[in-house]
């Protein structure tokens, strides 16, 4: 590498290093499962299918138990509110490749769970704030001036960060149920004859304080009194972004060593013919450079074999006729001739033929094209084919019957099914000149 490109590249790779920022990522709700048990015994509340490892799970546990669960064997106790005669717990838990989803609970008394799974939180300190209101409900369920009975619950109001979440569990002491929350996503809300849980979510897009939350049941029912409000908010992971190099026209070597220095990992490398770019130097790659991207993201590179191998042997009749097989009227002509050279093949009456056998990989895509000119044709016509192979609209024949006014390129494509082809020109019935040039057959990637 000379000394220009080593300075380019030490360039690079000291620009990407102060480019690196933090940023918070976005906490989103991946889903939610829920569980009852009237009775003591094993409850299973299962995460949702969807649960990655990384995900932080929040599990409320209401109970009709005196005393709060505080402990959970793998999971860590945010808020327990209790002792009376219903009682709410909340823990959360990591999830990590390999864990069940599955989470059995030992409750002594009716008892009611939601597991929520959020995306983007923190891992290592993923609660940023959180608190519970207990017999709120007494007075709320209290006779109004009208006598008409009504079941509402609040959680407190609590911190928050921007880009987090907040969810709120609502214990009821009353068969309550269909609740709605102002300004949340009910989860769940569910009851038996006795008790009943509600869940909700919300994201914190901007912070500060939540202000308190309430919940309001839909149907009225007069018995129970106490309920419990508690409220959790998380904060979203710190992402650590880096921009991405610019690679192209680099070596891979090269690559490998800008993208790694930015904090970021190659992913892969394909390879495929490239027209302009030289073998062995990046051609693509995928994200562009200058993409803030977050540190240890992957960058997929596509490098150059150079350009595609032709394989017609004196494609342009430079080399007098060598390795074609001429017929008839078929000649190399110096009359007129496309590109940069000073001959091409010339056919002017109904028996000429030109062709070349051409060794090909079945199962590989090719390109094919020709320069033709078409002149003073009065009938019949003239062809290029690949034998009789590959025939197809689109694919390896043109047919000329017709004046064309000057040198065209045609151009199809194939999927090779054998192992060779006859690349050929050849008159039909024709009266007319035809010219054929720099004719090209070349494998894809």
Known sequence: MDSTKKLCLRWMIVMAVLFSASVDAAVSLVGSGKAARANAGTMTVTAPSSTAAGDVMILFLGTSDTTPLTSLSGWTLIKAKGPDDIALSSLYRVYRSGDSKSINITVKHCSFATVIALRGVDQSNPIVDKNAYKDWGITSQTQDGTGTPHGTSYAPSINSVAGGALVCGFMWDDPYRDCTVAGMS???????????????????????????????????????????????????????????????????????????????????????????????????????????????????????????????????????TASWTLNGSAIRSTTTHAGSGVASLRINTATGSATQRVAIVSGKTYDISAYAYISARTAGQVVFDTGDKYDAAGQGQFVFNATNGGWKKYSGSFTATNTFLTVRMFSEGFAGTAYFDLIELKPRN
């Open 186 to 320: 009910v989860l769940h809300s569910y009851s038996n004859a006795d008790d009943g849980l509600t869940t909700a979510y919300q994201s914190t897009a901007s912070g500060g304080s939540t202000g308190m939350r309430k919940a309001v049941a839909s149907n009225t029912d007069d018995g129970g009194g106490n309920e419990i409000g508690m409220s959790v908010s998380v904060r979203p992971a710190v992402v650590i972004t880096t921009t991405v190099p610019w690679v192209t026209n680099l070596t891979v070597a090269a690559a490998g060593t800008a993208i790694t220095n930015a904090g970021l990992v190659v992913s892969g490398v394909t390879r495929s013919y490239h027209a302009t770019v030289a073998a062995g130097k990046i051609f693509s790659q995928t994200p562009g450079g200058n993409t803030s991207v977050a540190r240890g993201s992957s960058v997929a590179l596509a490098a150059s074999l150079g350009p595609a191998p032709q394989l017609v042997l004196n494609n342009s009749f430079e080399t007098n």
